[in-house]
């Protein structure tokens, strides 16, 4: 029989659990011939060469298991730590599946090599003390271990190798417009920069990405109608069509919250092609800033533009002598809808709608306030110069403001017949 060189020290063996239960048999038999606990648990461990602390706590757990003792019983130990390994597995669980509701969200199976991605970037993360793993990420997922093997020693496909090369381009040109971008218009501009690519692979490697197009949120009014001002008639009556450029202009005011007060903003929109032709920030929302917005209108456009209508709403700005005035200096005719219907100034009010979505609260912002109506007004300007010169209008079927116009003075010059000199 092997014997203990320190008695008070454990050893490191493994110890069955019949050889626990007769260990305790002896100890209890040693005390009852003996008539005292004292030294019993030392002597049977010597003998047996097992550890003396593991021996006392044996019996000491036993006299717990049946009673003589107040404790935790072994079975009580044992649910517990079950029900500990339990908790510690839904946390394991609950964490993967949150990982995952980014490409479960859809519904369906997500394909097989979006799966062994996920696998191989959280596989190696320790949550609850242990590892995920892979069979762990593959049985919550439903996802058979093989297949994710498969697909690991699989060569990778042509689509995966072309999604590897368009998933940057994507990615490029969502951060160069501003972030508002969809899938639509993001396959019509990679399509313009010459890229063979269809909608449905930019959908998918925008869900890939975790980017998506910008969504517009309801109208704030902001200019209040003068009731006493008399008022221009309607010439527009909801029809924001025209045959050319400088044919009708639509105006209206909107403002922005800033850390140092309320910026406001007017846009003059030039109907036919959606062009912003004169626009205006400032801290106020006086006459003078509509003006303003005239004025760059005028030299953008010419300083006589006859026939031109000018609609907006019927807010204090549009009804005052001075715009009236304005407009007669460039042979614009004022035009007012009715009041409290937006949908008589509808272009305009559509205009402000995707200038908040797209840039006030676009996503490029990420949540940060404005500061100041400087810094409002310098990021006006660059997301006008993108709106005439590189956005995309459905309306103009795809195409920029700037290059709609090109277009149609282009197509003028030719129909022009040539006069031959005599």
Not at 46 to 75: F, K, M
Request: with cysteine; aromatic share 8%.
């Amino acid at each position: 029989m092997p014997k203990d060189t320190n008695p008070d020290k454990p050893t490191t063996r493994r110890y069955s659990s019949e050889e626990k239960a007769s260990a305790v048999r002896m100890v209890r038999t040693l005390r009852a011939e003996l008539g005292t606990d004292h030294g019993t648990v030392k002597r049977v461990a010597t003998q047996l060469g097992y550890g003396t602390e593991s021996v006392r706590s044996w019996v000491r757990q036993a006299d717990i298991d049946q009673g003589h003792v107040a404790g935790v019983s072994t079975s009580e130990s044992a649910r517990m730590k079950a029900l500990e390994q339990e908790n510690r597995e839904l946390k394991r669980a609950n964490e993967i599946l949150k990982r995952a509701a980014k490409f479960l969200r859809g519904g369906a199976r997500p394909p097989a090599q979006e799966v062994a991605a996920f696998i191989d970037a959280n596989c190696d993360d320790v949550v609850a003390g242990r590892r995920l793993g892979v069979e762990r990420i593959c049985a919550v997922l439903q996802v058979a271990p093989s297949s994710y093997y498969e697909v690991k020693k699989r060569k990778p496909s042509a689509r995966s190798k072309r999604d590897e090369v368009m998933g940057p381009v994507v990615y490029a040109l969502w951060e160069d417009n501003f972030r508002v971008y969809g899938a639509r218009k993001i396959w019509k501009a990679a399509r313009r920069a010459g890229h063979d690519i269809g909608r449905d692979q930019v959908a998918r490697l925008m869900r890939a990405a975790g980017i998506e197009g910008v969504r517009r949120s309801k109208r704030v009014r902001t200019t209040k109608p003068d009731p006493g001002m008399p008022r221009h008639p309607d010439l527009v009556r909801r029809d924001f069509t025209a045959t050319a450029p400088n044919q009708l202009w639509v105006t209206d005011l909107t403002f922005v919250p800033t850390w140092a007060g309320v910026a406001y903003v007017c846009f003059i929109i030039d109907a036919y092609s959606r062009t912003i032709v004169g626009w205006r920030v400032a801290s106020h929302m006086r006459t003078t800033m509509v003006l303003d917005a005239i004025e760059m209108a005028r030299w953008s456009r010419g300083t006589q533009l006859t026939g031109l209508r000018c609609h907006s709403d019927a807010g204090s700005q549009f009804t005052s002598i001075r715009y009236g005035e304005r407009l007669a200096e460039i042979g614009a005719t004022p035009s007012i809808g009715t009041v409290a219907d937006s949908y008589d100034n509808a272009l305009a009010e559509t205009v402000n709608g995707y200038y908040k979505a797209e840039l006030i609260r676009g996503p490029a912002r990420e949540g940060r306030p404005w500061k100041t109506v400087e810094d409002v007004e310098l990021a006006t300007l660059s997301w006008a110069h993108w709106h005439n010169n590189d956005r995309l209008h459905g309306y103009l079927n795809d195409v920029p403001p700037a290059e709609f116009e090109e277009t149609f003075y282009a197509t003028r010059r030719a129909d022009q017949t040539l006069v031959g000199i005599q």
